[in-house]
């Protein structure tokens, strides 16, 4: 049996879509990246969303809109995707590591509030696979550490506190008493990535909470005109016949979604829930059959959050790295495709050549060392998840002995 780790599951009538977008005489940004919009708007109950080609796209104008760069920081976590550090760098400002806890994967919030300084405008937190982090307890922190606070850009001055930046690349669909992933920070940035539980191919947005048109600030129309050139009028306002003529109002960037990404991000979307409820129904096979002797796995359910079910991690107790990826090449023989999330940020070069040590985040090695993700994803049968399980019971077993 062969069973890849997160293949995409391109529907019928996404493909009929790309079709008919093609054939359409439209393929750039235009009506099916506005529908789409407004349809992740509506399903997270949002102010607004602004598609662009990816999350770290997304990320990076979310701090650039905030007017972050030189001189200031950004705190986020060591256990997370480059991309939620490297943005930081991109606009100039410094990327500051926190540790995660001993016993979560979420930051060791002590650490975030001991970090925070006058230069510090923003936190990017992880929802680390699609489990929601503690939003309440970030707040209260950013609340706290308010009068270290200053900005000179306007839009940030509304908030008038450090910004919660929520990186919900793995969380789109995740909840907690109700209330959608997208509406817990003050932006949430979300990866329509090819491995992600919402795919476009490559493509990403940002989501928002606070209504800025009472502040007479049109958030969308900044990200718009911000990912197109920098241009007064879209492509499409352009096209209408004599409507030539148009501004550079800035010198800005290249980042919009095309309406090929968003006609299969709209199916994608149409078929959520169902998709939802399938992962979930994996997870709870995982969890009732992986052999707890040997595994513990991360809960994707509690009494007030359900996650997206987006990653299925587990750690195999009491081994080394090499043991742990020992298992991942004999899971691969047996035809079974794992992962490892993460590694945690020090041990890459560039990280290390930026000056991170390892050695300061004992508890996010800790929680990469004997870490290995099992394949989740809704089109897995279930003779496939049974396959997964019996190799994976049997691999771990054996190394342990
Ligand atoms: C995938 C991912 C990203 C980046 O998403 P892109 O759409 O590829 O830019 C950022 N953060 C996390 C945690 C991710 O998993």
Request: with cysteine; aromatic share 10%.
């Amino acid at each position: 049996m062969q069973i890849p780790f997160s293949p995409p599951q391109i529907s019928e009538d996404a493909i009929e879509s790309v079709v008919e977008t093609l054939r359409n005489g439209w393929i750039t940004t235009g009506p099916k990246a506005k529908q789409f919009e407004e349809n992740l708007t509506e399903y997270m109950g949002t102010e607004g969303t602004v598609c662009m080609n990816s999350a770290t796209a997304a990320l990076e104008m979310t701090l650039r809109l905030l007017g972050i760069g030189p001189g200031d920081e950004v705190i986020t976590s060591a256990y997370t995707y480059t991309a939620s550090a490297s943005v930081i760098h991109h606009v100039g400002a410094e990327i500051v590591l926190v540790d995660t806890q001993k016993d979560s994967l979420e930051m060791d919030y002590n650490q975030l509030e001991d970090k925070i300084t006058k230069n510090t405008k923003a936190i990017i937190p992880i929802d680390i696979a699609g489990q929601l982090c503690d939003y309440e307890k970030i707040f209260e922190i950013a609340e706290r550490k308010q009068n270290l606070f200053s900005t000179q850009n306007k839009i940030h001055q509304i908030l008038n506190r450090i910004a919660v930046i929520d990186d919900g690349a793995h969380s789109f669909g995740a909840q907690k008493n109700g209330v959608p992933s997208g509406r817990f920070a003050d932006f949430t940035t979300f990866s329509f990535h090819a491995v992600k539980n919402l795919t476009t191919a490559e493509g990403g947005a940002v989501t928002w909470t606070k209504d800025y048109s009472q502040y007479g600030i049109d958030i969308a129309k900044i990200f718009e005109v911000a990912i197109l050139h920098g241009q007064s009028k879209d492509a499409l306002c352009k096209m209408q016949k004599g409507n030539w003529e148009y501004d550079i109002q800035e010198l800005g960037y290249k980042f919009n979604m095309t309406d090929i990404n968003a006609a299969i991000g709209i199916d994608q979307l149409d078929k959520y829930d169902d998709n939802l409820k399938r992962r979930k129904e994996i997870v709870e096979y995982y969890e009732a059959h992986l052999n707890p002797e040997y595994l513990e796995t991360l809960k994707h359910f509690d009494n007030e959050k359900e996650s997206s079910c987006h990653l299925f991690l587990t750690w195999i107790k009491g081994i080394t790295e090499e043991q742990r990826n020992n298992i991942i090449t004999r899971l691969a023989e047996e035809g079974i495709a794992t992962n490892v999330h993460y590694k945690p940020l020090p041990l890459f070069t560039a990280y290390k050549n930026y000056g991170f040590d390892i050695k300061d985040f004992p508890n996010a090695f800790a929680h990469y060392q004997n870490e290995l993700t099992l394949p989740l994803y809704p089109q897995m049968t279930d003779e496939e998840v049974g396959y997964v399980v019996k190799k994976v019971n049997q691999a771990v077993s054996e190394v342990l002995i």
